[in-house]
């Protein structure tokens, strides 16, 4: 491991030392409750589960990823890649590579939302470059908010490792809709 890959990934290993040593213990499920989340802006609600303030959503610990920051547009998770991740050929699932992609870019999106707005994905492209070895510790999907409209919501990720190696890349476009019975901002 050179000293930039080394670095770099303990860089990331402390960032996820101090956010999940900032996290209260699991408040939920994993599913905000409406009170919860009333009256808060995407990013707001965001912010909140990175506090341990609302509950963490379940499927990240299923497949070992977590929201690391998230800013108006952007959003970074780190994945680790394991042996509970593998395909029949012994590689690093394709679907875990678009489910960390589609989370990260997902959550940039949500992170413009207003109060009483939500998102879904509409459309999702992933193109898989290189495939993962177990020896990776970490993985990061760096995503960034390309369009913002009143309906629909554009975009982009990549999914890096410590030595900057591009494992994937894609691009989403989102629906924005206001929620049923929520008063929009």
């Not at 998770?77 to 509970?84: D, I, Y």
């Not at 949500?110 to 459309?123: D, I, K």
Request: with cysteine.
């Amino acid at each position: 491991m050179s000293m930039t890959e080394n670095s770099r990934l303990s860089h990331w290993l402390t960032e996820e030392e101090t956010l999940l040593s900032n996290r209260v213990a699991d408040p939920g499920a994993g599913i905000a409750q409406p009170e919860q989340i009333a009256g808060k802006t995407g990013l707001e609600i965001l912010q909140a589960m990175l506090r341990g303030e609302i509950p963490y959503p379940s499927m990240a610990r299923t497949l070992d990823f977590n929201l690391i920051s998230v800013g108006p547009g952007t959003a970074v998770f780190h994945g680790t890649p394991g042996a509970h991740l593998l395909n029949p050929m012994g590689t690093v699932h394709g679907g875990w590579y678009a489910t960390l992609l589609d989370s990260a870019m997902g959550c940039a999106v949500h992170s413009r939302v207003s109060a009483g707005r939500a998102y879904t994905t509409a459309q999702l492209n992933v193109n898989l470059v290189r495939s993962i070895p177990l020896t990776v510790q970490r993985v990061r999907a760096e995503a960034k908010v390309v369009h913002f409209g009143r309906q629909l919501a554009t975009a982009e990720a990549q999914l890096i490792g410590p030595d900057g190696t591009l494992y994937a890349h894609g691009s989403t476009t989102c629906l924005v809709f206001d929620m049923p019975g929520a008063q929009a901002s």
